[in-house]
């Protein structure tokens, strides 16, 4: 066994071993779903971090900086980063004062409605449970690609990791790991830029070769990377896309159930605003050093096939074996924290919001809980054996599903007393599909929408048009107005 492989396996120990001691403590639900709501600023921050930063950052969007995009990446960041604020002030600190189990919970008791709960359920299951997957391929391609493990052996052992502590420990042992996984594939992440841009002989040199790239025309310039060999035609074009992506990330970020969630695991509100503003400040450097590192990268290797390996070819080729043993081990790191974190999700989703646990006492519910926290990775684990990675495409499929469904209706759920409980159903429907069909029909090739039409933008404005038509053909019931 090398040096790679050692430092990845030595680093999954640890989280099992960690995973394991926390859930010894596990008693009650609370325990199980919400880490007791007793979490202070460092380790929601810890986790929110480790949830949005995943194999999809080291792997699919270093890939597409890589391929000349790190500028359309970099003017993202300010408007994305701004969706914590916005969800800690907004929605963040009144779901935690719900004190719900999980934020599809927080939805039923909001409009007092089962169909309502169940629907924001079943978006949680089709969208964390398509994350689920790529972050458990993301971590199987790095293991792979570095040890003697096949792709189908890394699959397993990945599944295994995560799923060790994360059936046993619930949310706490998540909460717990993810911190010491954010510390540690942060410092790593960071510490590699200064291998990768002295490989190109320093910033100076590198700025310079960057702006005179021909493999990359036009890669620091505002013109972008366009014309016939890239992802977009025109300049325009990608500019357009790369706004429409900030705005919804910056939704994501604000109200998506993995981000949101962590704040129903806070100690107090107090804790939940300052963790949004932490995680802003935070992210937005590590995932600047993110995107810097993949044009740097192509400077020393300009044909690396797929785009997604750039920074995994970076660890083996242009940093000391040690410093690179620790980089991918990192890697794995961010992996592995994103996958227990949407494991515990999906599994939530279905234990708690769409079972009927009305006969369950606590210690059943908690068992039932375990146990379909197992079935939802056994799950994952075959559909990802069957289907080939897509790392960045994926995700960017997935997760501003979440900015059409649940955007309009999460901040009009707090701040809006005429949203009725067919609004909402029906607003979260109606943007779920909205975006995910024309989405997918794009993804297939069998239609062409102008970037002006993106998908997102489409699903959240048929979403807000139905919340507010059908709301006003109905009436708000007592229990929603006393909610």
């Known amino acids: ?250 939704v994501v970020f604000a109200i998506s159930p993995w981000q949101s969630s962590r704040y129903l695991m806070a100690r107090d509100e107090h804790v939940v605003v300052r963790s949004a503003c932490a995680t802003a400040f935070l992210l937005s450097a590590l995932w600047t050093v993110v995107y810097i590192s993949g044009p740097v990268i192509a400077l020393s290797n300009a044909d690396i096939d797929p785009p997604a390996n750039a920074m995994i070819w970076a660890a083996l080729n242009l940093m000391p074996v040690l410093a690179g043993s620790l980089l991918l081990a990192g890697i794995v790191s961010a992996g592995l924290s994103s996958a227990s974190t949407f494991l515990t999700l999906v599994g939530f989703a279905i234990s708690n919001d769409v079972a009927d646990k009305s006969m369950a006492d606590d210690a059943r519910r908690l068992r039932i809980s375990r146990l379909t926290i197992l079935g939802v990775g056994i799950v994952t684990l075959s559909i990802a054996l069957v289907i080939p990675p897509s790392i960045f495409w994926i995700t960017n499929f997935v997760g501003p599903i979440f900015a059409a469904s649940w955007g309009p209706i999460a901040f009009m759920s707090v701040w809006s007393k005429k949203v009725t409980e067919a609004g909402a159903f029906w607003g979260m429907a109606i943007g779920f599909f909205g975006c995910a069909v024309p989405k997918a029909l794009v993804v297939l090739g069998v239609i062409s929408l102008p970037s002006y039409l993106d998908p997102i933008l489409l699903g959240a404005f048929a979403s807000l048009i139905t919340i507010l038509l059908v709301s006003r053909a109905g009436t708000v019931s007592e229990e929603e107005k006393r909610f």
């Open 1 to 250: 066994m090398d040096s790679y492989a050692i430092a990845i396996a030595v680093s999954l120990v640890i989280y099992v071993l960690i995973g394991n001691w926390a859930g010894r403590r596990v008693k009650h639900l609370d325990d199980y779903f919400v880490a007791g709501r007793r979490a202070p600023t460092l380790l929601i921050v810890g986790t929110l971090i480790a949830s949005a930063i995943g194999t999809n950052s080291f792997l699919g969007d270093t890939g597409f900086a890589y391929s000349g995009y790190a500028l359309a990446l970099i003017f993202q960041l300010p408007i994305t980063i701004m969706g914590y604020i916005a969800g800690g002030l907004f929605f963040g600190r009144y779901i935690r004062r719900a004190k719900s189990m999980t934020v599809a919970e927080f939805f039923g008791n909001r409009f007092n409605s089962k169909r309502v709960r169940r629907l924001a359920a079943f978006t949680v299951i089709i969208g964390l449970g398509g994350y689920l997957m790529t972050v458990t391929q993301g971590s199987a391609l790095i293991i792979s690609q570095v040890t003697e493990f096949s792709y189908v052996g890394a699959l397993v052992a990945v599944w295994l990791g995560y799923s060790a502590f994360t059936v046993y420990a619930g949310s706490r042992g998540v909460v717990i790991t993810d911190t010491m996984m954010f510390l540690f594939f942060s410092i790593v992440g960071v510490a590699s830029l200064s291998y990768i841009v002295n490989a190109s002989g320093g910033w100076f040199d590198s700025v310079a070769q960057l702006a005179v790239f021909e493999a990359r025309p036009g890669i620091l310039g505002a013109e972008g990377f366009v014309g016939p060999d890239s992802y977009w035609a025109t300049s325009a074009d990608m500019w357009i896309w790369s706004i429409i992506i900030a705005v919804a990330w910056g």
